[in-house]
């Protein structure tokens, strides 16, 4: 089928999830979640949370600031693991 997978009869665990590394990019470049809240305009809370990756839904408007003011990729900020790659 083309390499297409069915999550239908799937667990959470088996398909894998994606990593946010908000909180690598951020101390790899010395910058505070309080210095990232002056330079977007996001609150301090919201930034907290993706810092932390306790992020079920991810915000694009967010993704777009963060790497307008970071000048990166949405690749350096999210992350798929794979089920394969999850345990490791």
């Known amino acids: 089928m083309d390499g297409v997978r069915s999550i239908i009869s799937y667990q959470v665990d088996e398909y894998g999830s994606v990593n946010v590394k908000l909180a690598e990019m951020l101390d790899n470049r010395g910058i505070t979640r309080n210095r990232l809240k002056?330079?977007?305009g996001i609150k301090y809370e919201v930034i907290d949370r993706y810092y932390q990756n306790h992020?079920?839904?991810v915000d694009l408007d967010f993704i777009a600031k963060v790497c307008y003011v970071l000048n990166c990729e949405i690749a350096d900020l999210l992350e798929y693991k794979s089920?394969?790659?999850k345990s490791v």
Request: proline fraction near 11%; charge should be negative.
């Open 38 to 40: 002056t330079l977007t």
């Open 55 to 57: 992020v079920e839904r």
């Open 83 to 85: 089920p394969e790659t």
